[in-house]
Structure formats: C-alpha cells, structure tokens
C-alpha cells in the first residue's frame, strides 16, 4: 500500500505553517502503525511554488521550504529502518519559469539553443500577435505565453499546458531527455526507491502542434483525442526511462495517465515502460454498484494484456476527497469507509491520500484571500480550484490548527470542527476510520486468503456487489438503500455495524 504525502500539508516541524520533509520525519511512526508499504511524496524539489512544487527551478536540489537535502536524506534513513520505501515526484513535462534554462531560453534570440529545449514558436496573425495554436492551458485561458524581447517588443511565444509558470519542455531535443536522467540516477543514488511520473502521457507533441478540432475548456479535463497529450512518441521516452531505472532493481516508476481507452492505457505498463500507471477510474466513479463493477472490470482488462499489477486510488491533491464526492457528512463517510475496504480488497497497488484514513471531506468554504491553486486566478475567480483536498492534516487537541504546526495558522485553515477527526482522537477509538483502515491494512498484509491476482464475480442483491480472491476472501458492497443478508462465512472485518447477519446501507464486508 502507497501513501501519499502531499508535503505542504502533512506536518510542520519547523513552525513557518508549510508541512516539510522534517514533518513527515517526526511522523513515521505514525505511518508505520497505519502499515504503509511504501511513500509517494509530492514534488520537494526546488520550487517558486507557483503549482505546490510542480513548478520545479532545481530538479536536483530539495527546497528549503521543505527542509533541504538533508531532512530528505534523514527522512530515507528512518522510513529504511522501518521498511518503509520512499518515491518522489518527478515532473518531467515541464518547469518553473524560474529554472536556469528558461531564464537563458527569454534571454537568447529565436532558433538558439536555449530556445530549443523548450517550445517556443512565432504567433499567428498579424505582427505575430495570435497564439502559434488554439490549444488552452489545462488550468484555463491560452496554453501560450509570448515573451518580450530585450529590446522591449513582443516575441515569440512559449508553450505552458499548465500554467505560464510551466512552461513545456522539448523532448525532441537529447539534452532535456539526458538531463532527466542525470536526476533520475541523482536521487536514485541518494537512496530513493522510485519515482511517481508527473502527465506520464504529456512530454511528447504532435508534428507541427496541429489545432484542437474542439477546444476541451473544463479546466483539468481532456479526453483521449486531445493532441496535447498521449502522442506515440511519449512510449520512446518511457521505454528510455526504463533502461535507467532498470539499473536500480528494486526501484519502480509509477506514471499518472489520464488515458480512458483500455488498450492505449496498458500501452504505458508493458514490460519495458512504467512498472504502474494510475488508473482514476475508481475515483471518477459514483457509489453505485453498477459503476463499481464497472469500474474494477475495466481497470483489470486494461493491464491484464500486457501483465502488469492493476492500480487503485479513491483521491488524491488534485481530485475532490471521497467523503465529500460520495455525499458529505455521515452518509459521505460510511460510502468512504465502504470503498475503501472494496480498493483493500482487490489485487495489486492500492495508493491512499493522506487524510483519507481519517475520513476528512474537501473544505469547499475556504476563505478566498487563502487560495493558492493558480486554476483560482486563471479562472477569473470562477473555479477554486484543488485547495479544498489539501488543507493540512488535524494531529491533535481541540483547536485549530491541531498540532499540524506551532505558527498561530496553517497555510490553508484547518476548520475549527475537525476536533473530533485528528489523529490522537481517532487512535484509540475502535470504530474510527483511522482504526478501519488500520485493521484493513493489517489484515490485506497478513491473511492467505487475499492471495492470487484474480477476483471473481459473486451473484448479490440489487444495488449490491460481491467478489471472491482466489485464496477465499470475499468482498461484499451494499450501495442499496436497505440491509441484507450476508452470504455464508466468517466476517473477518465491516465497515458497519452487522447485526443478524445483515449488513447494512452504505457498508462493506469482508468474509472468509
Ligand atoms: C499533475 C499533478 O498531480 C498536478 O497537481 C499538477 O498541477 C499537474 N500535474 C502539473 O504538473
């Protein structure tokens, strides 16, 4: 089981209200009792912190927002000690505005080198003044930027499909791909166990940057024809990426592909690209029994072909918390506390977000002067954005900000009414989310009866669904508005109280 820290947010050791490196430290213990295999930790990197470090100046160097090198180096040696594994985040799609080679890029001439190792081209229309294309930036508005020359007129024009902060590297040009490997082996050399991929179907571009026959405006939505991502050309630089990580035998790389279609997504896990892709099918999912199904089945035919370990997540920093999407309050975290025991349930990668285990919602009244997403401004002030999945995590006591950091406030506000939901409060409270999940981890770790990469379908009720693991766990769902019967056999864990053998709404079991 992987989980996600999302830095910025998880813990606070040095006071200035940004969780860092030195937070996660201080709570490995934390995450060793919850019986985390593995850490995926959100981009730490040298940053301006124009996209929560997804804007990275220095791929090679920690920022001290975050505590340097040196609290990741410590952070290595402690999860190690505990046979806890560490992946980064790597954002080989793009960088900060910020990074060296883009400062050079606005400072040399049209067709120079440092141009060409990012994607810069003249305008269309009159006096170039149009944007070289149609395509939009995934956070709204255009995907180009123009620069000013130092003469003071307008110039050529840069490609950012996230921000303008962002701008779009050139994998066309050997110097970009070699300089990824050079951070590749920098941190695997360090001691890191692997690396999540950031837009791992982004870094290739069609010939010519042809337009977008329909302009896609949701913003952080594209669908499979969208000529921004997943070109053919991205397998090569996957396939390239592999012979590096190859050298490191217990490292794996985990790519984020939003691709639908089934065959062009186990494209991206066959036996010389990604070890695993996400797969968002799940999250994307309502909680019905119908959608469910459909959406394990899926997942399972879209690497089953090419034999690589499905994935499955319920959220993560960019995608609306499960409480919340599943309905909010009660009803939102008994559906929460249900999935995740059917996500437990199945074979292969299972990544929880942090703050999942303690069933916090989305915090969708966050104060507008508190924003951060740049989705808030690029939007005019239509769309929040993703702050409401990261507000920082309630450790202990009863105000606010919970023991997260010793400054009076956290860099999201932590609502006053998460008393009852932080982690000292949850950890010795047998039917907390926090104790469910400890106990579903415990038990997928330990049991012989969730053995085999298989799952099999079981009749069940309407509105319900049941599955069986070839070494004898089954898994049952009720999404139907009433309680039934449980099929035969010992309850090993539930999400709900089972009385007479009936499990109610909302919950889930597992049997043995
Ligand atoms: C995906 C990341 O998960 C998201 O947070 C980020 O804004 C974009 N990639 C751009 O790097």
């Not at 410590?74 to 505005?97: F, G, Q, Y």
């Not at 001439?109 to 395509?135: L, Q």
């Not at 303008?164 to 490997?181: G, H, K, M, R």
């Not at 019905?288 to 993560?316: H, K, Q």
Request: charged share 25%.
């Amino acid at each position: 089981m992987f989980y996600q820290v999302y830095p910025r947010s998880f813990a606070d050791s040095d006071g200035d209200g940004v969780g860092d490196l030195g937070g996660v430290r201080e709570k490995i213990g934390y995450l060793e009792l919850l019986g985390v295999d593995a850490l995926w930790i959100c981009p730490v990197m040298r940053s301006p912190q124009a996209d929560g470090g997804y804007d990275v100046s220095d791929p090679r160097d920690i920022d001290p927002l975050f505590g340097g090198l040196a609290a990741l180096d410590e952070l290595i040696a402690e999860a190690h000690d505990r046979e806890i594994k560490v992946t980064m985040d790597l954002v080989p799609n793009h960088t900060s505005v910020e990074h060296p080679w883009f400062t050079a890029a606005v400072d040399a001439a049209p067709g120079s080198p440092e141009r060409a190792r990012y994607i810069f081209r003249d305008g269309r229309g009159k006096d170039g003044a149009e944007p070289p294309n149609n395509w939009p930036s995934i956070f709204g508005g255009p995907a180009w930027t123009r620069v000013t020359d130092r003469d003071g007129t307008p110039g050529q024009w840069y490609l950012h499909i996230f921000a303008p902060e962002q701008p779009d590297l050139n994998w066309d040009n050997p110097e970009v791909a070699a300089d990824f490997e050079k951070t590749l082996r920098f941190w695997l050399d360090r001691g890191v166990d692997g690396f999540r991929i950031d837009v791992a179907h982004g870094m290739a571009k069609p010939e010519g940057l042809p337009d977008m026959a329909r302009v896609e405006t949701k913003m952080l939505v594209h669908d499979d024809d969208d000529p921004r991502f997943n070109n053919p050309g991205v397998h090569a630089i996957h396939r390239r990426i592999r012979t590096i990580i190859d050298e490191y035998p217990h490292a794996v790389a985990i790519g984020e592909v939003w691709v639908d279609d089934n065959t062009r997504f186990g494209e991206y896990v066959r036996p010389d690209e990604l070890h695993l892709a996400f797969n968002f099918r799940l999250a994307e999912t309502p909680f019905t029994a119908e959608g469910v199904r459909e959406a394990i089945t899926f997942s399972l035919e879209a690497v089953s072909d090419v034999g690589a370990p499905p994935t499955w997540t319920l959220s993560n920093h960019d995608i609306e918390r499960e409480v919340t999407r599943y309905g909010g309050g009660k009803i939102g975290v008994s559906r929460a506390r249900a999935m995740m025991m059917v996500e437990l349930a199945l074979p292969g990668a299972v990544f929880v977000y942090n703050g999942a285990e303690l069933g916090l919602p989305n915090v969708d009244d966050l104060p507008e002067d508190a924003l951060q997403d740049p989705v808030w401004e690029r939007s005019g002030h239509t769309e929040r954005g993703r702050d409401g999945c990261r507000v920082p995590i309630p450790w202990e006591g009863a105000s606010t900000p919970f023991g997260f950091t010793a400054a009076e406030q956290a860099w999201l506000p932590i609502p006053a009414d998460w008393a009852d939901r932080t982690v000292e409060a949850q950890l010795e409270t047998l039917h907390s989310t926090l104790s469910l999940y400890r106990l579903a981890i415990d038990l997928r770790g330990t049991r012989p009866e969730f053995a085999g990469d298989r799952i099999e379908w079981y009749g069940s009720p309407d509105g319900c669904l049941a599955f069986r693991r070839p070494g004898g766990l089954v898994c049952v769902l009720n999404a139907s508005d009433g309680p039934i019967q449980l099929p035969p056999g010992e309850v090993l864990l539930a999400s709900a109280p089972i009385v007479d053998d009936r499990l109610p709404a909302n919950a889930a079991a597992w049997l043995v």
